[in-house]
């Protein structure tokens, strides 16, 4: 009778564990974070926070697909400079219309992230070492392209993409919630998306089932490569400079924020909204640590010791026995 | 105490559960020495997971286990290994970068001066010593991953019986075997029976449960149905006592109107795989593929199928020549293949039952902006479901933990839902039970009456004569036969399978 208890409780106690625990583990964080610092849920802070998260959220996003297909893009971080700095060139004021300046970051980015696709599903490269080539060649992209120097002088309307309000919240939250939704929608409803899994769980089966792999895994390296641009947009407008060492080791809370979320990184298993809440732990471990005053050097190791409890428990609920 | 009927082990009132299943409901059976004892049942009656419970992989919730009069339980396989229990898994999990000598010894390996490196010359030696006392012929300094399914499951049970266990576990061993190496098998379990020790076999295959059985158990939805000495119980009671009512034919073949020609293959060829190659099938036919394991067939197929698109040679669908460079192409074309490995190139194992069913069909699943048809596709999921019986506690469940036949069940499902003319299977009956078998039978029988076309590759013979209206043998790449069901004769076709062996050894 005991027995027969004990396992409908380890059961339900695990399957809650396994839906839940991720939000409970950010929930929980929240609920201590107010109370050692009272100033850290006051409007204003989490809307800085939802600010703050937001371009490592972008990023977050796109290496969710490409983790998914399992893979990993390491170059996210660069693609965001030669972003940042292609399209502030062009924004300087007067000079070009902002959807054009805004389609000169995406597009670089989503060029970029083609290379690397191409190179991966077609040159069938590891994907670790392409996009660590692309993640060298990119920021000396940046860099050649603006002679090492930060481009300034940016339009208003440019900064306001970064800096704006609507209805006293951010501009750059209202992009990351489009972004969110979008993906969402796609890798969840969509005859793309269950292909993206598809292929992640297992290529060759995929391919036997009349999948293009080699094509499900460009296009999920272009995606990663657009949202990388569009975080370098929203950063450089953010800062009113382009700077061609901006989102250096970028790529690394991106694949954090994945991890954290529940995303399996030998593919085939994740989600969207796991992706998001892992973004939010880590913006709140930031600014928390922040409000703490805890030294930047010890905020590292905090940061690093909680993505592996996070992957260690998420390992654990779904363990089988 | 008579020798020969002691009792080594005795698995008393065993309960084991998974979410949302009982798998063991109370299964209560006592094993003997020099005994094979067979385990039959449907697909996910909970064999495999006795075994587990026996060899430390799951534990159980409740019951005893009594080893040689001892209580034991089992925490790791580990631990059953060091008690004398060794199992050959339904599943193969072969590290495929490895070679076979060192997949044997994993952990055992022999060492040079008992310094910790490998011995691998000793390491060979050992390998092909056990590989020729038990009459098995590959090269142990292959690589795993080269060889065929069939190779790697012969390699698995030479493992196996390495350990020199007093209980040696076989979970479906001929599932991906031929006869030729059936027969070889058969001679292994005799001899470890000989020497005083314990074999549990689990198996779908009538006629070989009654060749190598000496006790027969029967499991039914996780409960202990009843055991006899496979002297006593016929084929017929066996069936009644695993799906509870009767069967009658097994290979009910349907008289069909056989139509024009839908699928000609011309001179195809691959290097190094098949060459040569001309035939057609015609609507309503089932057309039987036959031949030894390694004859090409799986390569053949699959070629056709644009996996490996072949190098020379032309293709016709219905009098139209065709180039299939994809599966996708193939798809488009209203073929499919149910592939012969599952878990390789079946299955999405990390996803749920309902995204495995539905993966080809999406596309013509999809709405505007390419969204899928939730409804549609749920209903037609649920429909196979419960057409081809898939024991699942939801569509929504991880295949992974779906029984293997009901995994096999899901691969057939997939493709049954793209609707195609040409359906081609390898070895589509493989490890599932008498039932799912009729029913598949009477799956593909339903097609060639709608005037489609199957392609059916298998190594079990009663099976390829019982289905097919017209068999091609293949021997190493190379046509050797043809028989229309009039002229089939399992000599002769035996004899064109093993035709090239013979000219070679002659
Ligand atoms: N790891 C697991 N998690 C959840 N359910 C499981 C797991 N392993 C087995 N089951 C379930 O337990 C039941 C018995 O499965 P088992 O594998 O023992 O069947 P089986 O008799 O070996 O069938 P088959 O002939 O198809 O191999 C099935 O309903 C299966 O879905
Ligand atoms: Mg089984």
């Excluded at chain 1, 913006?283 to 010791?305: A, E, R, W």
């Excluded at chain 2, 902006?369 to 429909?383: C, H, L, M, Q, Y």
Aim: charged share 20%; glycine share 10%; proline share 3%.
């Amino acid at each position: 009778m005991t027995a027969i208890l004990k396992n409908i409780f380890n059961i339900s106690n695990k399957k809650l564990l396994k839906d839940y625990g991720l939000v409970l583990a950010f929930m929980g964080i929240c609920l201590v974070l107010s109370i050692l610092s009272p100033s850290f849920i006051k409007p204003a802070n989490l809307l800085n926070i939802l600010r703050q998260t937001s371009i490592n959220g972008i990023l977050a996003v796109g290496m969710t697909f490409v983790i998914i297909t399992g893979g990993i893009d390491l170059s996210v971080g660069s693609i965001t400079a030669v972003a940042a700095v292609v399209a502030s060139s062009f924004a300087h004021p007067g000079e070009h219309s902002i959807v054009f300046v805004i389609f000169s970051g995406l597009g670089v980015g989503l060029l970029l992230g083609f290379i690397n696709g191409l190179f991966i599903a077609k040159a069938k490269l590891a994907p670790f070492i392409a996009t660590l080539g692309m993640m060298t060649i990119a920021r000396g992209m940046a860099l050649v392209y603006t002679s090492g120097r930060p481009v300034i002088n940016l339009s208003d309307q440019y900064n306001y993409i970064g800096g704006g309000y609507i209805g006293g919240i951010p501009v750059p939250v209202y992009i990351y919630g489009l972004v969110v939704i979008i993906s969402f929608f796609v890798l969840r409803f969509t005859v793309f998306g269950r292909r993206v899994y598809a292929v992640g769980g297992n290529e060759l089966s995929a391919k036997y089932s009349g999948i293009k792999t080699s094509n499900i895994k460009t296009l999920v390296y272009m995606i990663s490569g657009m949202l990388s641009g569009l975080a370098g947009i929203v950063l450089s407008s953010r800062v009113m400079s382009g700077n061609p060492s901006a989102g250096t080791s970028y790529e690394l809370d991106a694949i954090a924020a994945v991890v954290i979320g529940g995303t399996s990184m030998t593919g085939g298993v994740g989600t969207i909204f796991g992706t998001v809440i892992g973004a939010l732990m880590i913006g709140v471990i930031n600014n928390g640590l922040d409000l703490l005053n805890v030294s930047s050097y010890f905020q590292q190791i905090v940061k690093g010791s909680i993505i592996i409890f996070a992957v260690l428990m998420d390992k654990q609920a779904n363990s089988k026995d | 105490m008579e020798n020969n009927s002691e009792t080594i082990l005795e698995m008393d009132n065993i309960c084991k559960s998974f979410p949302g299943v009982k798998a063991l409901n109370n299964v209560s059976i006592k094993f003997k020495k020099r005994t094979v004892h067979t385990l039959m049942g449907e697909n996910g009656a909970g064999k495999s997971t006795l075994m587990k419970v026996l060899s430390g992989i799951y534990q159980m919730d409740s019951g005893t286990m009594r080893l040689r009069g001892e209580d034991v339980i089992f925490q790791t396989p580990a631990s059953a290994l060091n008690h004398g229990i060794a199992m050959v898994h339904q599943e193969l999990s072969p590290i495929v970068d490895l070679s076979v000598a060192e997949n044997m010894f994993v952990g055992r390996e022999p060492v040079l001066f008992k310094l910790p490196v490998i011995n691998r010359k000793e390491m060979n030696k050992k390998a092909n010593a056990l590989f020729e006392e038990i009459g098995i012929k590959i090269d142990p300094k292959r690589r795993m991953g080269d060889l065929s399914v069939a190779e790697m499951q012969m390699v698995e049970i030479a493992k196996a019986i390495s350990y020199d266990a007093e209980i040696l576990i076989l979970d479906e061993p001929t599932s991906a075997i031929s006869d030729a190496e059936v027969s070889v098998l058969f001679k292994i379990i005799r001899n470890y029976t000989q020497k005083n020790k314990a074999v549990i076999y689990i198996s779908h295959k009538m006629e070989e449960i009654f060749q190598i059985s000496d006790e027969i158990t029967v499991l039914r939805d996780g409960e202990f149905i009843g055991t006899n000495p496979a002297s006593d119980v016929s084929e017929k009671e066996l069936i009644k006592m695993m799906v509870g009512r009767n069967l009658n034919e097994i290979f009910p073949k349907t008289e069909t109107k056989i139509g024009d020609v839908s699928l000609r293959v011309e001179n195809l060829s691959l290097s190094g795989k098949f060459s040569n190659i001309s035939f057609e099938a015609r609507r309503g036919e089932i057309l039987g593929i036959a031949g030894l394991m390694g004859a090409g067939r799986s390569e053949l197929v699959e070629s056709i199928f644009g996996v490996h698109p072949p190098e020379s040679g032309s293709l016709y669908i219905n009098g139209k020549e065709v180039k299939i460079r994809s599966p996708e192409d193939a798809i488009d074309l209203g073929m499919a293949l149910i592939t012969e490995d599952r878990k390789l190139t079946g299955l999405n194992l990390k996803d749920s039952v309902k995204n495995n069913v539905s993966i080809v069909f999406l596309k013509k699943l999809a709405r505007a902006f390419s969204v899928v048809d939730k409804g549609r596709e749920v209903s037609s999921v649920e429909e196979l479901i419960k057409k081809l019986s898939i024991k699942t506690p939801s569509r929504n469940t991880n295949v992974s933990s779906l029984s293997g036949g009901n995994q096999q069940k899901v691969v057939i499902a997939k493709w049954l839902l793209s609707d195609p003319n040409i359906l081609i299977l390898d070895e589509p009956t493989r490890g599932i039970d008498v039932g799912a078998k009729a029913e598949v039978h009477k799956l593909m029988n339903q097609f060639t009456e709608e005037g489609k076309t199957v392609i059916m590759i298998s190594s079990e013979m009663p099976e390829i004569m019982g289905m097919s209206d017209r068999l091609l043998v293949l021997s190493e790449g190379k046509l050797t036969g043809h028989f229309q069901r009039s002229e089939f004769d399992q000599e002769k076709i035996l004899a064109c399978a093993m035709n090239h062996i013979e000219k070679e050894s002659n």
